[in-house]
Every structure is written in structure tokens, then in C-alpha cells.
């Protein structure tokens, strides 16, 4: 599954190879409710043909216009702007008085757009620094912490894998969670030092590996922009990624298991060399609850979840359930265990 940024690059590097004529916009600032983030881009090739999205579909006619009338005679990127006034956000279906202001690039480079991708394919963060008076972009190494940065006259968009997953466990669920978080931008790392595991992880752009959780944890540098996730119901595998995990400065601290094996497993915790407010950083049962059932169902919870912690999104649908969801969810989560 390709996150819609690879997406439009891929795209958009297919359609120049072949001949075409393409323009790229990307969101460089936004106010009020808009549909779509800073950084979110689109191609549109000169028939109109588009992917990605810069709005939802709001504002997308508009620019498929543009692309037919004006990217034959354009050489230059553009500023443009959507929703400046009530009416216009009205006229172009922008939530709630939304605006958003867009670069239009008519004429991208190939031989940068393939070496971008080439970066990205690495697992190299990457800013792609676009000169408006020129036209002409540049690579330059990025970090974790960059952000879109604009002045009118340069744009200085980050792509490559910003945020990690550090799955524990190869086993279904974790093979349907990591395809999710592939889709939603993640650089995605499954640990699982088992020979029987590990074979059924046939995704391409996930890194395997069959070291020790807690010892390849401390090899990646765990930093604010990683989640991790312990879905083997191992304790001997979990709880090992969990003690270097609770003690990282990870964004998100998951494990799967029902109420009462997180409570045996945070009373096992207290053991080891954390405190109780680290182990109190522990989300577990892991993901919300929806009445999951199925791995796939379950690995949308943990995303929900890990979504909201990203964002740091109060999760209010975290609340008390009845014996017989709890004794279903229990039962579910033990039979995606044994799968």
C-alpha cells in the first residue's frame, strides 16, 4: 500500500518519462478548517488526469482547469489562493470558512523527482527545496523534526519517512497493522527473533529484523516520532521490548493483551528498572475498542489509537465496557494471538 505522497511522486516521475507535460501543487499554508495539511500534494498531468489530493476534492476542478488552460505556456511555479473570502470558500466547498494557499509547479525536474525518490526508497528524510524565481529544486538531508518551511520566494518541503513503527511480533496481526502503517506514512520495523515467524512478512518496504526486541530497540535510538508496538502476547518477547520501550521518548507505548494480563504485565514491570510513572505510559489493551474481531479489524483500532496519541488527540471513546464485550474482546484477541 503506497502513502499518497509516494504515490503522486511515482506518478508523477511515470508520467514525465513518458512524455508528458505535469504540474504539482502543494499546500504551503492553511487557516481555518481546511480539508487538506501543509506539505499534502497533488500532479496533474496536461489531459487533466490527477492524484493526490491538496483539498478533499474541493478545489481539485479548479486546478484540472488550470493545468489544461495554462501549463502548455507556463514556465514558472506559482502562488494561488482558495477561499479568501466567505463566498469564494463557499464557491469552492471549503469547511467552515477554510482557506488554503498552494505552489503551482509547471515544470518539475525529472532527474530530481527520480533521485527524491531514490532517497525516500532508502529511508533518507529528505527536503526538496524549490526556488520559485527559478524553477529549480534541490535535495538536501532532512531530520525528523523539519517542517514545511515558505517565504514567498522558497519552498522547503520534507518527504521520506518521518514518523517510525516498531512492531513486535511477525504474526498476522502484526503483517495487517504494518500495511496500514505503511498507508499512513510510517517507516515500519517488525522485531521477532523466532524461526517460526517472520515468513508470512512479505511486505516490501517493511525492515525485518531477528535480534532481541529490547536490544534492537536501543540500536534504533528510539525518538518522539516512533510508536511501539508489542503484539507477540509473549511476555517473554513483549515485556523485553516494553521495559527499553516505557523508557524512550516514544510518542506511543502499545501492547496487546486483555485488561487483566496488562495489569499482571504492569505488576511485572514494577519489577524492572522503571518507575511507575513509565510504566504508566503503557496503552494497553491496545487500541480502542470498536467491537474488533478479526486481525484486520483489530490492527484499525491500534492505528485509531496510535493516530489520536500522534495528534495528541484526547481518546474519550476509551471508556468502561460490559463483562460480555470484555469476555469477546478477550477471546478475540487471544485467538489472533494463537494465529
Request: hydrophobic share 45%; glycine share 8%.
Amino acid at each position: 500500500m503506497d502513502s499518497t505522497d509516494l504515490a503522486v511522486l511515482k506518478t508523477c516521475i511515470t508520467w514525465l518519462e513518458s512524455g508528458r507535460q505535469v504540474m504539482l501543487a502543494t499546500v504551503v499554508q492553511t487557516w481555518g478548517s481546511a480539508p487538506r495539511p501543509v506539505g499534502a500534494w497533488l500532479v496533474i498531468r496536461d489531459d487533466g488526469q490527477l492524484v493526490g489530493s491538496v483539498s478533499g476534492g474541493c478545489i481539485e476542478d479548479d486546478l484540472i482547469e488550470r493545468a489544461r488552460t495554462e501549463l502548455p505556456a507556463a514556465t514558472l511555479p506559482q502562488i494561488v489562493r482558495y477561499g479568501v473570502s466567505r463566498d469564494e470558500a463557499a464557491r469552492f466547498g471549503l469547511p467552515c470558512g477554510g482557506t488554503l494557499r498552494l505552489v503551482l509547479e509547471p515544470r518539475p525536474e525529472l532527474a530530481v523527482l527520480k533521485a527524491l525518490l531514490a532517497r525516500i526508497s532508502a529511508k533518507q528524510i529528505t527536503a526538496r527545496v524549490l526556488d520559485l524565481r527559478s524553477g529549480l529544486a534541490t535535495l538536501i538531508e532532512a531530520g525528523r523534526n523539519d517542517i514545511l518551511q515558505f517565504d514567498e520566494q522558497c519552498l522547503r518541503a520534507i518527504h521520506g519517512p518521518r514518523w517510525r513503527m516498531v512492531l513486535i511480533g511477525a504474526g498476522e496481526l502484526s503483517h495487517y497493522v504494518a500495511q496500514i502503517a505503511l498507508g499512513a506514512d510510517y517507516e515500519v520495523i517488525v522485531i521477532d527473533p523466532r524461526e517460526e515467524f517472520g515468513s508470512a512478512m512479505a511486505l516490501t518496504d517493511v525492515t525485518f529484523s531477528r535480534g532481541m526486541p529490547d536490544d534492537v530497540i536501543i540500536e534504533l535510538e528510539v525518538d518522539s516520532h516512533t510508536a511501539i508496538v508489542a503484539l507477540t502476547h509473549d511476555p517473554k518477547l513483549d515485556d523485553l521490548a516494553l521495559m527499553e520501550g516505557l523508557k524512550s521518548a516514544a510518542f506511543y507505548v502499545g501492547a496487546l493483551g486483555s485488561r487483566a494480563n496488562t495489569a499482571r504485565r504492569k505488576e511485572r514491570l514494577l519489577e524492572f528498572d522503571l518507575t511507575e510513572k513509565q510504566i504508566a505510559r503503557l496503552h494497553g489493551p491496545v487500541g480502542l475498542y470498536l467491537g474488533a474481531n478479526t486481525p484486520a479489524e483489530m490492527a484499525i483500532s491500534i492505528l485509531a489509537e496510535i493516530t489520536a496519541a500522534k495528534h495528541q488527540v484526547p481518546v474519550l471513546q476509551k471508556r468502561e465496557i460490559s463483562v460480555d464485550q470484555r469476555q469477546q474482546r478477550t477471546l478475540a484477541i487471544d485467538a489472533v494471538a494463537v494465529s
